[in-house]
Antibody
Framework: EVQLVESGGGLVQPGGSLRLSCAAS????????MSWVRQAPGKGLEWVAN????????YYVDSVKGRFTISRDNAKNSLYLQMNSLRAEDTAVYYC??????????????WGQGTMVTVSS | SYVLTQPPSVSVAPGKTARITCGGN??????VHWYQQKPGQAPVLVIY???DRPSGIPERFSGSNSGNTATLTISRVEAGDEADYYC???????????FGTGTKVTVL
C-alpha cells in the first residue's frame, strides 16, 4: 500500500524550532519529487516547499524562505521539514505529499494524514 | 503572484449536478488539478491534468479547462460528495504550487 506518515508536530513557542518527518512506503521514494503543504485551522491549503528526487533542487513559498528547510534521505525513504524561527502564523496541519511530474511538477497524488504544529506561548 | 478564485460555497440537491469553477488569468494554458477534502481528513486528488481521473474516483467526477476558467463537475451528486474542493496549478514564475480559495459543497 502506498503510504505517507508524518510525525514530529507539537506545541512550540514563538521563535522556536521543530523538525517534521514523513515516512514513505509502498513506492520507489527516490523516483519522486516531494512536497510539504499546510493548512491553518479553518483555512485553505498552502504549498510550503518541494524537493527534487536527488535533493538538488528545492523551492519554498516566500513566507518561509530563510526559516524552513526541506530535505530528504532516500536511503531511509524519508522527507523532512526543519522549521526555525517559528511564528504564530505557522500554526497549521502540515501534510507530506507526493508530486506527479511531467514537464514540471504537477499534482499531489498521495497525501499523508498530516501533523499539527501549534506555535503559541 | 498567480491567483485562483473559487466560489465559497455551492449547494446542490441529491441526484443533481454540481459545478465548481476556478478562475485564473489564462488558466486554460495551465494544467489544473482538483482535490476533495472532507472534515478532519487529508485532501484526495479527484481530477488531474484538467480532466483525468485517478483510479478509484467515480466517473461522476469530471473536469474541463478553457480560457480563464476551469470547472469541476460532479454529476448525480450523493451525500458523500459533501466536502471542500480545491483547484491547484503550478506557477512557473514562483516555482510553486498555487491552490484555489476552496469551495464548500453542501448536499441539500
Amino acid at each position: 500500500e502506498v503510504q505517507l506518515v508524518e510525525s514530529g508536530g507539537g506545541l512550540v513557542q514563538p521563535g522556536g524550532s521543530l523538525r517534521l518527518s514523513c515516512a514513505a512506503s509502498g513506492f520507489t521514494f527516490s523516483s519522486y519529487w516531494m512536497s510539504w503543504v499546510r493548512q491553518a485551522p479553518g483555512k485553505g491549503l498552502e504549498w510550503v516547499a518541494n524537493i527534487k528526487q536527488d535533493g538538488s533542487e528545492k523551492y519554498y513559498v516566500d513566507s518561509v524562505k530563510g526559516r524552513f528547510t526541506i530535505s530528504r534521505d532516500n536511503a531511509k525513504n524519508s522527507l523532512y521539514l526543519q522549521m526555525n524561527s517559528l511564528r504564530a502564523e505557522d500554526t497549521a496541519v502540515y501534510y507530506c505529499a507526493r508530486v506527479l511530474y511531467s514537464s514540471g511538477p504537477d499534482a499531489f497524488d498521495i497525501w499523508g494524514q498530516g501533523t499539527m504544529v501549534t506555535v503559541s506561548s | 503572484s498567480y491567483v485562483l478564485t473559487q466560489p465559497p460555497s455551492v449547494s446542490v440537491a441529491p441526484g443533481k449536478t454540481a459545478r465548481i469553477t476556478c478562475g485564473g488569468n489564462n488558466i486554460g494554458s495551465k494544467s489544473v488539478h482538483w482535490y476533495q477534502q472532507k472534515p478532519g481528513q487529508a485532501p484526495v486528488l479527484v481530477i488531474y491534468y484538467d480532466s483525468d481521473r485517478p483510479s478509484g474516483i467515480p466517473e461522476r467526477f469530471s473536469g474541463s479547462n478553457s480560457g480563464n476558467t476551469a470547472t469541476l463537475t460532479i454529476s448525480r451528486v450523493e451525500a458523500g460528495d459533501e466536502a471542500d474542493y480545491y483547484c491547484q496549478v503550478w506557477d512557473s514564475s514562483s516555482d510553486g504550487a498555487i491552490f484555489g480559495t476552496g469551495t464548500k459543497v453542501t448536499v441539500l
